[in-house]
């Protein structure tokens, strides 16, 4: 009698669904607060700047109907197919090396305990991600120009054969700018990732120094796995950090020299603000986040696909 009156139960409820106001409804009640707030103030202006991508208008004078020529120019414009180009070049270090970075810690950290000290140590690592970033550059900015503190260490050490205008070097700028985005977010993953491993179980741990893994073995087999979700979280924080990278680029070196480290981002600045083509930048701005989305979607779908 229990199996059938299970089944009848099983039968029941295929045949009559929740209704709206079932209980599963009412969390999303609650995001209805956060989600209009979102709406008004990210998804509305995005709306309207993919409204203003398809005009001519320089902000002031009335605006001329463009359709999609604002977005045949970005294909065809070589300048901001290169700033694309630069923001992928930031993605290595933006994203690849903290991670990495991060992951070594986190592995370091598994392995040490209660050392004494440790909280401070990482503090000191994640310094980096409290202080303004428009400080950092100019601080930055400072180290690598002419005659600075890191050409300087370089001719005390006998190697002042490389000292250069750093942020001036058309093929180093864009590398130095990204040391400077590799610094500033490997505290961010490096927190993800131990904070991952501390909800790791200890026994996990145990049974594989028990069956003689040794720190390698031990990272691939215990403590890669057990950050999975972390991970996700970290590459997709730092790609759209990499992707819309402005403040760094402005502060540092503007672009230049050249055009050597334009972004999309400033992209959007210099022409909305600076030549005034409204339209364009409008333009650039909706190609960019179609792409950070795009790009994000993509790492969450294949690292949720990974967990299931």
């Known amino acids: 009698m229990s199996q059938e009156a299970e089944q009848h139960a099983l039968r029941s409820r295929r045949s009559h669904p ?24 990210a998804l509305a202006p995005l709306g309207h700047a993919a409204w203003l991508s398809f005009f001519n208008w320089d902000g002031v004078t009335p605006a001329t109907w463009a359709g999609f020529g604002n977005y045949r120019a970005i294909l065809s414009d070589p300048q901001i197919r290169s700033a694309f180009v630069h923001s992928f070049v930031l993605v290595i270090f933006y994203c690849v090396i903290p991670v990495l970075v991060g992951l070594l810690l986190a592995g370091i950290f598994s392995r040490a305990g209660s050392v004494r000290g440790l909280s401070g140590f990482r503090t000191v690592l994640f310094l980096p991600q409290v202080i303004p970033t ?84 031990e990272f691939f087999a215990v403590t890669l796995p057990g950050l999975r979700n972390e991970l996700v979280v970290a590459v997709v924080l730092t790609l759209i950090s990499a992707l819309r990278s402005f403040d760094l680029v402005y502060v540092m070196t503007k672009g230049g020299p050249g055009t050597s480290t334009d972004v999309p981002a400033l992209e959007v600045y210099t022409r909305a603000f600076e030549f005034g083509e409204v339209g364009s930048a409008a333009a650039v701005a909706t190609t960019l986040a179609l792409l950070i989305f795009a790009v994000a979607f993509l790492v969450t779908r294949l690292g949720s696909r990974g967990t299931t």
């Open 18 to 41: 929740r209704s709206p106001g079932e209980p599963r409804l009412v969390p999303y009640l609650y995001l209805l607060p956060a989600l209009g707030l979102y709406a008004v103030f």
């Open 134 to 217: 428009v400080a950092l550059a100019v601080t930055w900015r400072w180290i690598f120009g002419p005659d600075g503190p890191f050409d300087q260490i370089l001719r005390a050490v006998g190697l002042g054969s490389l000292a250069r205008a750093w942020l001036g070097d058309f093929t180093l700028a864009l590398p130095a700018v990204g040391v400077v985005g590799s610094w500033v977010m490997y505290g961010l993953c490096m927190v993800l990732f131990i904070a991952g491993v501390q909800k790791i179980p200890q026994s996990l741990y145990d049974a594989a120094r028990v069956d003689g893994a040794g720190p390698v073995r």
